[in-house]
């Protein structure tokens, strides 16, 4: 048994009181998720079909997107529950859609020095000139978040956006062994937090300081809740972070969760935020249970119907880590010339 796991169970448990909102949150899984798909299919397929040559690619692309969204999606429809505010699904499938492929262009697929400086270039609305099929979608992706959105270049979410880019570039430090634990934590708040401000931004036009300023502080929690869910995988591929540095647990990302309560109470009033909490509270529990025991996974993404289906979606693996059946026996599906992409995507990663 882990000598963590008396602290984490103790962490849960003294959270526990955050579940009471949990039953709105539920009832609203499948409908919820279904419209997101449904928007997915409308917003984001076309992009992959008309500027995606390669039939395996679409299909990997397609499976890959749409299993995050279906989550991501779900975090910022609760946001505009918590913030009174409408749910525009194109507008979050797009938003959605966009971070996964940014993040695997980084993560999984950059073999391109280059690929740092041309992504701060779209981040700063100048010219972006995409060297493969991946880039083209990711560029459309962007286009068609900005006509939807319509707004000023010195909006929040612009502004958000390319800090997260800035954090993203510096995050390449945690490769490296001596990477300073003042720095981890920097990119860790910095990272997280404006990915969220960005992410929820697209539902707020002109989001003040003062949301922008708390959303900072529950994308800290997030990003650390995931450099937890990540520890091990992480230390295995030499990436470094709070976790795999022995500087973060799940207790400390539950006193995170306590210690900004109150101030989201004052701002967005208690009753909202009372779901808004639990929706966190699941993540956070569903994070450790398939962090110690990872038979609570399902084997691969979920293709069965029902209310349970999003919940399932987070207890699997992450699809664009995982072959999809038609390519299981043949390798990751790769570009061909320029778009060629060296990495195989065999790391299973929740």
Known sequence: MSAALPTEIGSLLKNIRFITGASPVILNVWPDTLECLGAF???????????VQDANIRRWLEESLRSYSSVACWVVREYTCMADLPFAADLAVLGASFNRLYDDLFDELDY?????????????LGPFKPIN?????????????????????????????AAVHEYQVRASCQCCSTCHIETLVDVTRGKGGHAVVAMFALMRPSMSVEESSLL????????????????????????????????????????LLRAVYPDF?????RRRVRRFWAF???????????????????????????????????????????PSAAHVGKGRPRFGAQNDIPHELDSVRY
């Open 133 to 161: 099929d991946a880039e083209v979608v990711l560029h459309e992706l962007f286009k068609g978040i900005r006509q939807l959105l319509n707004r000023a270049p010195d909006d929040t979410i612009f502004n958000a956006a």
């Open 216 to 255: 900072l502080r529950l994308g800290e929690l997030i990003q650390m809740l995931d450099d937890y869910q990540d520890e091990e995988l992480d230390a295995e591929n030499g990436i470094h972070t709070l976790a795999t540095e022995g500087q973060l647990g799940l207790p400390d990302i539950g006193n």
């Open 41 to 51: 299919d409308q917003v984001v397929l076309p992009i992959i079909n008309d500027h």
């Open 265 to 269: 109470c004052r701002f967005y009033g």
């Open 280 to 322: 966190l509270y699941i993540i956070i529990a569903l994070s450790f249970l398939c962090t110690r025991w990872p038979r609570f996974r399902v084997s691969r993404y979920p293709r069965t119907k029902g209310i349970s289906w999003a919940m399932k979606v987070l207890l699997a693996p992450d699809s664009s880590r995982l």
């Open 112 to 124: 391109d020095d280059g690929l740092g400086a041309r992504l701060g270039e779209l981040f700063r």
